[in-house]
């Protein structure tokens, strides 16, 4: 079962309990164990964030990778609804991200 909405401001954080749960299940579904995992540290990365060679090796997948590229590729070229304006630009950094990702995973999978 796939979250299918990995991202920051789809997960709350309680620091005094120091307990955390994802938020927002609109999305949910079937998906490659790696979808969520990638999803989020591409929210990571998009945040400022380092993912250090070791993190993508571990937690993503090029599958992955390559199927959120193509999602939000294909989604940044819709109009945004009124009020969604950035969404779009979120969408295409995002995509930009995991193009980036796939292309180093299946890089580095075509060397072994």
Known sequence: VSHGDV???NFGYDPDTQTGLFVDWNWTGTAPESK???ELLISVAESGYEVTDDMLR???SKEACLMLAGYWFAECTKPAWEGGEKVREHQFISANIAWEWYKRLATETSDQ
């Open 7 to 9: 991202r920051g401001d």
């Open 36 to 38: 969520d995992p990638t």
């Open 58 to 60: 571990e937690h993503c």
